[in-house]
């Protein structure tokens, strides 16, 4: 059963063709937890942008292999595209901008970004 979410102002909607996840991750890197990201990472062809490819900002830091993707008008973070070390494009859905997703039925993998 797909799942939809999007950016606090509606412009960016995007839909993933894939029940949603049981499972999520945070990261203590700092960009995530100054975001308060609960992330999941879908194959692109599962990822599905339905509006707003004309209002997103991209942002990149670090080794800059992440496309941290941004609504210009309203500064949400919905998702970031990249790719797995196979190739495999991926895209990292922020799972705080889907509604219909409980965070906290979720169980959390904590990953250690800030030692990465």
Do not use: W
């Not at 879908?42 to 670090?62: E, H, N, R």
């Not at 991926?90 to 901008?97: D, E, F, Q, S, T």
């Amino acid at each position: 059963m797909p799942y939809e979410g999007s950016c606090h102002c509606g412009k960016v909607m995007f839909s993933v063709d894939a029940d949603p996840p049981l499972e999520a991750m945070t990261c203590n890197c700092s960009h995530c937890s100054r975001k308060g990201f609960v992330l999941t990472f879908v194959p692109a062809a599962q990822f599905t942008l339905k509006s707003g490819a004309d209002a997103l900002g991209s942002y990149a830091f670090y080794k800059h292999k992440i496309n941290h993707q941004f609504c210009t008008t309203c500064g949400t973070q919905a998702f970031a595209a990249s790719a797995m070390p196979d190739g495999t494009e991926m895209r990292a859905v922020n799972l705080r901008c889907v509604p219909e997703v409980d965070i906290d039925t979720l169980k959390i993998t904590k990953v250690d970004g800030a030692s990465f």
